[in-house]
């Protein structure tokens, strides 16, 4: 799977959301970290497009306020027509789907903005079994985070909640209390997200 390493770029809608630039940099910087981590490993990803049993079992999956900015953002301003459509609906009903509202037809439908943490879960040699979480059957198999980029990426995230203080910025990260910010993708009320989808 080719891993997409440069930055991306929505110039009109990154001068009309200005947080927006800030989290496409944290997402750049999360991409080649994890380029960084697969050529150190050297063995082959597993990971590619059409294999989401990861989307099915992760039931923990972090999510950054910034990043959740970016996703509804996604959804009211990006997603169009039958895809829209059908995520609105998953969203609407996420509690029942046992799966992320996001995943549709094996694909993420929010790709470009997805979570740092779905970025940066990646497996190698053999593809998931269904219903399999990799990280708890061969944990040898899933990829290490390449942690200084991974760690750039969360104090750079701290930007976003006016920490100005580089000092403060570095230890809320290595202490982990960055974490604190997060919250469970699975966990988040998004009818709320459905219905700002209706009203755009
Ligand atoms: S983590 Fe597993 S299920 Fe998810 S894309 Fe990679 S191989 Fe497929
Ligand atoms: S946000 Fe996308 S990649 Fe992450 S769990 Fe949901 S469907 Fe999968």
Known sequence: MKIQTGRLRFPDDEKRQ????????????????????????????????GCASCCRTHTDIPVYPLELMGIAWYATEKLAGEQRQRVQQQLLHHRDLGACPFLLDEACAIH??????????????????????????????????????????????????????????????????????????????WETLAARMSDD
């Open 18 to 49: 200005p947080w927006l630039p800030l989290l496409l940099e944290i997402q750049h910087l999360t991409n080649q970290g994890v380029a960084t981590a697969i050529k150190a490993d050297g063995r082959k990803l597993a990971c590619g497009r």
């Open 112 to 189: 470009p903005l997805r979570p740092m943490a779905c970025r940066q879960f990646n497996v190698f040699n053999t593809v998931c079994a269904v219903g399999e979480d990799a990280f708890h059957s061969r944990y040898s198999d899933v990829l290490r985070p390449d942690l200084k980029s991974k760690n750039e990426a969360l104090r750079e995230m701290l930007r976003h909640h006016q920490i100005k203080d580089g000092r403060e910025r570095r230890r809320l990260v290595e202490t982990g209390e960055v974490h604190r910010l997060a919250q469970s993708l699975r966990e988040m009320r």
